[in-house]
């Protein structure tokens, strides 16, 4: 069974950085695919950004040249820099990981991101 676990939220003030990070228990990026998504109060939860297992990536348009998807080398953990924060990025940021066929194997229970002055 897979588990991922994420930790980097926090409050931090417009224009500020966070690192959020998306730890497995055994090398699994290599395998299969992972996306950041997130969810704000009364919103549908969306795609943030996405990386393959060859490390292909892609990125929601509100986020793209502020937020870098990656993995380390050991393909356990997959990180979300996120740059150039705005009140509007906040929300619980959950990571997904999925079959390179887009098939379900675990959500990760979310860290919150709050961006606010």
């Known amino acids: 069974q897979v588990q991922v676990v994420e930790s980097g939220g926090g409050l931090v003030q417009p224009g500020g950085s966070l690192r959020l990070s998306c730890a497995a228990s055994?090398?699994?990026?290599?395998?299969?695919?992972m996306g950041w998504y997130r969810q704000a109060p009364g919103k549908q939860r969306e795609l943030v950004a996405g990386i393959t297992n060859g490390g292909s990536t892609n990125y929601a348009d509100s986020v793209k040249g502020r937020f870098t998807i990656s993995t380390n080398n050991a393909k356990n953990t997959v990180f979300l820099q996120m740059n150039s924060l705005k009140p509007e990025d906040t929300a619980v940021y959950f990571c997904?990981?999925?079959?390179?066929?887009?098939?379900?194997?675990?959500w990760g229970q979310g860290t919150q991101v709050t961006i606010s002055s």
């Open positions: 997904r990981v999925a079959t390179t066929t887009g098939l379900l194997i675990a």
């Open positions: 055994r090398s699994i990026f290599s395998i299969y695919n």
